[in-house]
């Protein structure tokens, strides 16, 4: 299929998953993925067993890749990185990508992508009437939030407020709680305590066989944490399990 012939990609969305008197989440990844990278599918999978643990539904997840009008060096272009990203997301049974932003012919804030997901969704809730709320949080790392509360920085503060407001945040802490209970009170601290409700911090323990094994006694992902044919081998002979 030529880039520039759009669809919004569903094939992937587990409508099934959804539960009326439960929360239902679609999660979306932007980036310039200049390459995507195990990491940013690991970090969706993390993100999906955070909530999960909270006993809240993910029917999918997607990559968005940045327009190439962003200005990155080395920024390949969008038709190279959204191949890349077709291509790690392959062996994936719920992550999508979809190529809207990139596809654009001016840059797309932030705000304006998310309100495209909630468009696409709506409609389609709509069409296979389905009554439910599907929320889609804006998913980032600490670095992000950093640039955010930098003044006269990239970020816009009324702007900032606005999308958290409608969309909700989901923060990415990669370290131990130590740092996390800093992350909040920097929130805290900022404009952004105007929106404190609205934001989730997802820890992101440390990649090790030893989270690996935790997962699966849990009954949660480690895919892209051990190969696919280690995870088919666990599964096959139901090892680590409780």
Not at 22 to 45: C, M, Q
Not at 89 to 108: A, G, L, P
Not at 117 to 143: A, H, R, V, W
Request: proline share 5%; charged share 30%.
């Amino acid at each position: 299929m030529d880039l520039y012939q759009y669809k919004f990609p569903q094939n992937k969305l587990q409508f099934n998953k959804i539960i009326p008197q439960k929360d239902s989440y679609i999660l979306v990844l932007f980036g310039s993925f200049n390459p995507p990278t195990i990491a940013h599918l690991r970090s969706l999978e993390s993100i999906s067993n955070f909530f999960k643990s909270k006993d809240k539904n993910v029917i999918g997840g997607y990559l968005s890749p940045v327009n190439t009008l962003y200005t990155q060096k080395n920024l390949e272009s969008e038709k190279h990185r959204a191949t890349m990203c077709d291509l790690a997301t392959s062996s994936s049974s719920w992550i999508m990508v979809d190529k809207w932003e990139c596809t654009r012919k001016s840059y797309v804030r932030t705000f304006t992508a998310l309100e495209h997901f909630k468009d696409e969704i709506d409609s389609l809730m709509k069409k296979k009437k389905i009554k439910t709320n599907i929320k889609i949080p804006y998913l980032c790392g600490q670095d992000i939030i950093d640039s955010m509360i930098e003044p006269n920085g990239f970020w816009v503060e009324e702007r900032v407020l606005r999308m958290i407001s409608k969309f909700g945040l989901i923060v990415v802490q990669r370290e131990d709680p130590l740092p996390s209970k800093k992350l909040e009170q920097k929130i805290k601290s900022t404009f952004l305590n105007d929106v404190k409700d609205k934001i989730e911090i997802c820890e992101s323990p440390v990649e090790s066989s030893t989270l690996a094994r935790s997962l699966i006694k849990k009954n949660l992902s480690a895919k892209y944490l051990l190969a696919d044919p280690v995870i088919d081998y666990i599964k096959r002979n139901q090892l680590y399990r409780l």
